[in-house]
C-alpha cells in the first residue's frame, strides 16, 4: 500500500513538473507573439480623392500598420463603436474600451490627462488587474502625414481596427460553428466610415496575412454575416473560402439558447501556407 502511495505521489509530482513546463512555455510563447506584434510594421498607399473643387485629382495616401498602443484606445474605441453601432454587434462604450485594453497588445503608455473619465476608470481597473492577453493582437491602421516644418513623416489619424485572436481561449467558448480550436480567427474589424471604398480593408487583412504566418500560422478564420455581401465580397476577393453557415432553424437557436447576434454568418477561410503547424 505505501509502495503504491509513493507511486501515485511520483506521477502527480511529474503530472505538475510537465504542467509547469507547458506553462512556461505558453508564457514564452506570449512573449514571442508580443515582441512580434510590437514590432509589426506594415505601410500600404491608398488612393484619396481631394474636393470637387479640385477635380477630384487623386493623391497618394499612406496607411501605416502596428499594433495598437493605449494612446490609440480612445481613437480606435471610436472607429469600433461606430461601424458597428445599429447592428446586432454593437457593444457599449465602457465594454469596448474595456475589451480593447484587456485583450489587445499594449504597450506600457499612460492614459493621456485630457482622457475622458470612462477611458481613465477602464484604464485604472486593467491595470490593477494586469489582464493583458499576448494571444489576442490588435492592430490599428493609422494614416500619416508630412510635417512641413522637418519633411519628416508623422502619424496622423487612427482609421481602422482589426484583431485576431491565436488561442481558443481569446474567443467564444459556446460559439455553435466555431473555427478550429487552434486556429487563428479575426474576431473583429472596422474601418472609419470617412475612409472606406479607398482599400483601408484590404491592406488590414493583408497586414493579418503577413503577421500570421510570422508567429507560425497557416490559415486564418472568421465570420461574416450573410446579410452583409459587401463584406462577404470583400472577404472573397482577398481569398477567403465559405467553410459553414450557421444553423437556420429558429427552434434549435432557442433550445440552445444562442444569442440573436450570432445567427446568420458565415465562416470563411484563408489559407496562407500549406505544411505548417499552429500548436501552442
Known amino acids: 500500500s505505501s509502495s503504491l502511495s509513493q507511486q501515485q505521489q511520483q506521477q502527480q509530482e511529474k503530472a505538475a513538473a510537465q504542467r509547469r513546463i507547458r506553462d512556461f512555455n505558453k508564457e514564452e510563447r506570449g512573449k514571442d507573439i508580443s515582441r512580434i506584434a510590437r514590432d509589426f510594421r506594415r505601410s500600404s498607399a491608398l488612393l484619396r480623392k481631394k474636393n470637387e ?22 481613437d480606435a474605441s471610436k472607429v469600433f463603436r461606430d461601424s458597428f453601432e445599429g447592428s446586432p454587434d454593437e457593444k457599449p462604450r465602457g465594454f469596448v474600451l474595456r475589451y480593447l ?57 487612427v482609421i481602422s481596427l482589426v484583431s485576431v485572436a491565436l488561442d481558443v481561449r481569446s474567443r467564444i467558448v459556446d460559439d455553435p ?31 493579418i496575412g503577413e503577421f500570421v504566418p510570422s508567429v507560425g500560422g497557416c490559415d486564418v478564420w472568421l465570420h461574416v454575416r450573410e446579410l452583409d455581401e459587401k463584406a462577404v ?24 439558447n444562442r444569442k440573436e447576434s450570432r445567427k446568420g454568418r458565415i465562416l470563411m477561410r484563408k489559407v496562407l501556407a500549406e505544411g505548417c503547424n499552429f500548436i501552442l
Open 53 to 74: 473643387e479640385e477635380k477630384k485629382k487623386e493623391e497618394e495616401e499612406i496607411l501605416l500598420v502596428r499594433a495598437i498602443r493605449e494612446k490609440d484606445v480612445k
Open 101 to 157: 485594453l484587456e485583450a489587445c497588445v499594449l504597450d506600457e503608455e499612460d492614459v493621456d490627462d485630457d482622457d475622458d473619465d470612462d477611458a481613465k476608470n477602464a484604464h485604472e481597473t486593467t491595470t490593477a488587474a494586469n489582464k493583458k492577453n499576448p494571444y489576442e493582437v490588435c492592430f490599428v491602421g493609422v494614416t500619416t502625414k508630412t510635417n512641413e516644418e522637418t519633411g519628416e513623416t508623422v502619424e496622423d489619424e
Open 177 to 207: 460553428n466555431p473555427p478550429p480550436s487552434d486556429a487563428p480567427y479575426v474576431c473583429n474589424m472596422a474601418v472609419s466610415a470617412r475612409h472606406r471604398n479607398k482599400g483601408v480593408a484590404k491592406a488590414m487583412l493583408e497586414a
Open 233 to 256: 465580397r470583400v472577404y472573397e476577393r482577398f481569398g477567403f473560402e465559405t467553410v459553414k453557415a450557421d444553423e437556420k432553424n429558429p427552434l434549435l437557436n432557442l433550445v440552445l
